[in-house]
T-cell receptor
Protein backbone atom coordinates (compact mmCIF):
# COMPACT_ATOMS: atom_id res chain seq x y z
CA UNK A 1 0.00 0.00 0.00
CA UNK A 2 0.97 3.65 -0.06
CA UNK A 3 2.97 5.41 2.57
CA UNK A 4 0.81 7.23 5.09
CA UNK A 5 3.51 9.27 6.73
CA UNK A 6 4.48 6.80 9.45
CA UNK A 7 8.04 6.27 10.62
CA UNK A 8 9.77 3.68 8.49
CA UNK A 9 10.07 0.17 9.92
CA UNK A 10 13.69 -0.60 10.71
CA UNK A 11 15.60 -3.85 10.39
CA UNK A 12 18.98 -4.09 12.08
CA UNK A 13 21.36 -6.95 11.19
CA UNK A 14 24.96 -7.93 11.75
CA UNK A 15 27.36 -7.81 8.86
CA UNK A 16 27.51 -11.23 7.21
CA UNK A 17 24.04 -12.29 8.31
CA UNK A 18 21.16 -12.77 5.91
CA UNK A 19 18.44 -10.12 5.77
CA UNK A 20 14.78 -10.59 4.96
CA UNK A 21 12.66 -7.57 4.14
CA UNK A 22 8.93 -8.02 3.80
CA UNK A 23 6.24 -6.20 1.89
CA UNK A 24 2.47 -6.60 1.75
CA UNK A 25 1.09 -5.37 -1.55
CA UNK A 26 -2.33 -3.95 -2.11
CA UNK A 27 -3.88 -5.31 -5.26
CA UNK A 28 -4.50 -8.96 -6.11
CA UNK A 29 -4.53 -7.97 -9.81
CA UNK A 30 -0.94 -6.73 -9.68
CA UNK A 31 1.15 -8.34 -12.35
CA UNK A 32 4.66 -7.11 -11.77
CA UNK A 33 6.71 -6.29 -8.69
CA UNK A 34 10.00 -4.53 -8.16
CA UNK A 35 12.36 -4.00 -5.26
CA UNK A 36 14.26 -0.73 -5.06
CA UNK A 37 17.07 0.41 -2.78
CA UNK A 38 17.39 4.05 -1.80
CA UNK A 39 20.47 5.41 -0.10
CA UNK A 40 20.33 8.70 1.76
CA UNK A 41 20.15 11.66 -0.59
CA UNK A 42 19.89 9.55 -3.72
CA UNK A 43 17.24 8.29 -6.09
CA UNK A 44 15.88 4.73 -5.85
CA UNK A 45 18.01 2.07 -7.48
CA UNK A 46 16.51 -1.01 -9.16
CA UNK A 47 17.44 -4.28 -7.43
CA UNK A 48 15.30 -7.08 -8.79
CA UNK A 49 11.87 -7.70 -10.26
CA UNK A 50 9.41 -10.57 -10.54
CA UNK A 51 6.26 -11.25 -12.52
CA UNK A 52 3.10 -12.73 -11.06
CA UNK A 53 3.58 -16.01 -12.94
CA UNK A 54 6.67 -16.71 -10.84
CA UNK A 55 7.09 -17.31 -7.12
CA UNK A 56 10.84 -16.92 -6.85
CA UNK A 57 13.62 -15.14 -8.64
CA UNK A 58 17.29 -14.93 -7.79
CA UNK A 59 19.89 -12.31 -8.51
CA UNK A 60 23.35 -11.66 -7.23
CA UNK A 61 23.09 -12.07 -3.44
CA UNK A 62 19.37 -11.25 -3.59
CA UNK A 63 16.27 -13.41 -3.89
CA UNK A 64 12.69 -12.23 -4.26
CA UNK A 65 9.81 -14.45 -3.15
CA UNK A 66 6.22 -13.85 -4.15
CA UNK A 67 3.22 -15.33 -2.34
CA UNK A 68 0.12 -14.33 -4.27
CA UNK A 69 -2.21 -16.14 -1.88
CA UNK A 70 -1.48 -13.72 0.93
CA UNK A 71 -0.26 -10.84 -1.30
CA UNK A 72 3.19 -10.91 0.22
CA UNK A 73 6.57 -10.14 -1.26
CA UNK A 74 9.96 -10.58 0.39
CA UNK A 75 13.52 -9.64 -0.44
CA UNK A 76 16.32 -11.79 0.91
CA UNK A 77 19.84 -10.41 0.96
CA UNK A 78 22.60 -12.94 1.56
CA UNK A 79 25.72 -12.08 3.54
CA UNK A 80 24.60 -8.54 4.24
CA UNK A 81 27.29 -5.90 3.90
CA UNK A 82 27.57 -2.35 5.27
CA UNK A 83 26.96 -1.06 1.74
CA UNK A 84 23.51 -2.64 1.86
CA UNK A 85 22.40 -0.10 4.47
CA UNK A 86 19.57 1.83 2.85
CA UNK A 87 15.80 2.07 2.65
CA UNK A 88 14.20 -0.70 0.61
CA UNK A 89 10.91 -0.26 -1.20
CA UNK A 90 8.65 -2.72 -2.96
CA UNK A 91 6.52 -1.46 -5.84
CA UNK A 92 3.74 -3.04 -7.88
CA UNK A 93 2.25 -2.53 -11.32
CA UNK A 94 -1.36 -3.46 -11.88
CA UNK A 95 -1.79 -2.91 -15.59
CA UNK A 96 -1.63 -6.23 -17.39
CA UNK A 97 -2.06 -4.56 -20.75
CA UNK A 98 1.24 -2.77 -20.37
CA UNK A 99 -0.37 0.52 -21.31
CA UNK A 100 0.02 2.11 -17.90
CA UNK A 101 3.32 1.47 -16.23
CA UNK A 102 2.57 3.45 -13.09
CA UNK A 103 4.08 1.87 -9.99
CA UNK A 104 2.40 1.84 -6.60
CA UNK A 105 4.98 2.04 -3.84
CA UNK A 106 5.07 0.48 -0.40
CA UNK A 107 6.09 2.26 2.78
CA UNK A 108 9.72 1.18 2.81
CA UNK A 109 11.98 -0.55 5.33
CA UNK A 110 15.18 0.92 6.64
CA UNK A 111 17.99 -1.64 6.78
CA UNK A 112 20.88 -0.93 9.15
CA UNK A 113 23.93 -3.18 8.93
CA UNK A 114 26.12 -3.31 12.03
CA UNK A 115 29.80 -3.98 11.40
CA UNK B 1 26.83 6.02 -18.94
CA UNK B 2 24.17 8.71 -19.15
CA UNK B 3 21.46 7.81 -16.69
CA UNK B 4 18.40 9.84 -15.89
CA UNK B 5 19.42 13.43 -15.32
CA UNK B 6 17.59 15.97 -13.22
CA UNK B 7 18.30 19.62 -12.64
CA UNK B 8 18.62 21.53 -10.57
CA UNK B 9 19.62 19.20 -7.73
CA UNK B 10 18.58 21.76 -5.17
CA UNK B 11 16.07 24.54 -5.63
CA UNK B 12 15.05 27.21 -3.15
CA UNK B 13 11.95 29.26 -3.82
CA UNK B 14 9.99 31.79 -1.78
CA UNK B 15 6.29 31.32 -1.30
CA UNK B 16 4.40 32.44 -4.37
CA UNK B 17 7.23 31.89 -6.84
CA UNK B 18 7.32 29.29 -9.59
CA UNK B 19 9.46 26.16 -9.56
CA UNK B 20 10.55 24.39 -12.74
CA UNK B 21 12.11 20.96 -12.44
CA UNK B 22 13.74 19.31 -15.43
CA UNK B 23 14.25 15.66 -16.27
CA UNK B 24 16.15 14.12 -19.16
CA UNK B 25 15.37 10.41 -19.49
CA UNK B 26 17.88 7.75 -20.35
CA UNK B 27 18.78 7.46 -24.00
CA UNK B 28 16.15 5.48 -25.85
CA UNK B 29 13.53 5.84 -23.11
CA UNK B 30 10.26 7.47 -24.07
CA UNK B 31 8.34 6.97 -20.80
CA UNK B 32 8.80 9.45 -17.96
CA UNK B 33 7.37 9.41 -14.45
CA UNK B 34 7.41 12.02 -11.71
CA UNK B 35 7.26 11.18 -8.00
CA UNK B 36 7.29 13.22 -4.81
CA UNK B 37 8.91 12.07 -1.61
CA UNK B 38 8.64 13.59 1.85
CA UNK B 39 11.24 12.72 4.52
CA UNK B 40 10.77 9.27 6.03
CA UNK B 41 8.09 8.41 3.48
CA UNK B 42 7.79 6.38 0.31
CA UNK B 43 7.41 7.78 -3.15
CA UNK B 44 4.05 9.17 -4.21
CA UNK B 45 3.23 8.87 -7.90
CA UNK B 46 2.37 12.15 -9.58
CA UNK B 47 2.27 11.78 -13.35
CA UNK B 48 3.26 9.45 -16.18
CA UNK B 49 4.07 10.85 -19.60
CA UNK B 50 5.15 9.71 -22.99
CA UNK B 51 6.42 12.06 -25.65
CA UNK B 52 3.83 14.83 -26.07
CA UNK B 53 1.21 12.86 -24.12
CA UNK B 54 0.08 12.65 -20.52
CA UNK B 55 -0.86 9.03 -19.87
CA UNK B 56 -1.81 9.17 -16.19
CA UNK B 57 -1.93 12.28 -14.02
CA UNK B 58 -4.00 10.80 -11.23
CA UNK B 59 -1.38 11.78 -8.63
CA UNK B 60 -1.09 15.42 -9.62
CA UNK B 61 -2.70 18.07 -7.42
CA UNK B 62 -5.57 19.70 -9.28
CA UNK B 63 -4.12 23.18 -9.05
CA UNK B 64 -0.70 24.78 -9.50
CA UNK B 65 1.02 21.63 -10.79
CA UNK B 66 1.59 20.76 -14.43
CA UNK B 67 3.91 18.50 -16.39
CA UNK B 68 4.97 18.17 -19.98
CA UNK B 69 7.26 16.01 -22.06
CA UNK B 70 7.74 17.73 -25.42
CA UNK B 71 8.90 16.10 -28.60
CA UNK B 72 12.28 17.70 -28.13
CA UNK B 73 13.94 18.47 -24.82
CA UNK B 74 13.48 17.38 -21.24
CA UNK B 75 10.34 16.72 -19.29
CA UNK B 76 9.33 19.64 -17.10
CA UNK B 77 7.43 19.57 -13.81
CA UNK B 78 6.12 23.04 -13.09
CA UNK B 79 4.79 24.22 -9.75
CA UNK B 80 3.18 27.64 -9.72
CA UNK B 81 2.78 29.82 -6.63
CA UNK B 82 4.69 27.43 -4.42
CA UNK B 83 3.71 26.96 -0.78
CA UNK B 84 5.73 25.51 2.09
CA UNK B 85 3.92 22.18 1.75
CA UNK B 86 5.50 21.76 -1.68
CA UNK B 87 8.91 21.31 -0.05
CA UNK B 88 9.98 17.77 -0.89
CA UNK B 89 12.28 15.70 -3.07
CA UNK B 90 10.96 15.27 -6.58
CA UNK B 91 12.18 12.28 -8.50
CA UNK B 92 11.94 11.56 -12.17
CA UNK B 93 12.19 8.06 -13.64
CA UNK B 94 12.22 6.70 -17.15
CA UNK B 95 11.55 3.34 -18.72
CA UNK B 96 12.25 1.85 -22.11
CA UNK B 97 9.96 1.95 -25.09
CA UNK B 98 7.99 -1.08 -26.12
CA UNK B 99 6.17 -3.68 -24.10
CA UNK B 100 9.15 -5.15 -22.33
CA UNK B 101 9.89 -4.78 -18.67
CA UNK B 102 8.43 -1.82 -16.89
CA UNK B 103 11.36 -1.27 -14.58
CA UNK B 104 11.94 2.39 -13.97
CA UNK B 105 15.33 4.04 -13.67
CA UNK B 106 15.53 7.01 -11.38
CA UNK B 107 17.36 10.28 -11.45
CA UNK B 108 19.09 11.79 -8.39
CA UNK B 109 16.10 13.99 -7.61
CA UNK B 110 15.52 17.70 -7.12
CA UNK B 111 15.16 18.88 -3.54
CA UNK B 112 12.78 21.78 -3.42
CA UNK B 113 12.76 24.04 -0.40
CA UNK B 114 10.08 26.71 -0.10
CA UNK B 115 10.91 29.47 2.33
Amino acid sequence: GESVGLHLPTLSVQEGDNSIINCAYSNSASDYFIWYKQESGKGPQFIIDIRSNMDKRQGQRVTVLLNKTVKHLSLQIAATQPGDSAVYFCAENIDRTGNNRKLIWGLGTSLAVNP
Amino acid sequence: NAGVMQNPRHLVRRRGQEARLRCSPMKGHSHVYWYRQLPEEGLKFMVYLQKENIIDESGMPKERFSAEFPKEGPSILRIQQVVRGDSAAYFCASSPSGTGGVEQYFGPGTRLTVT
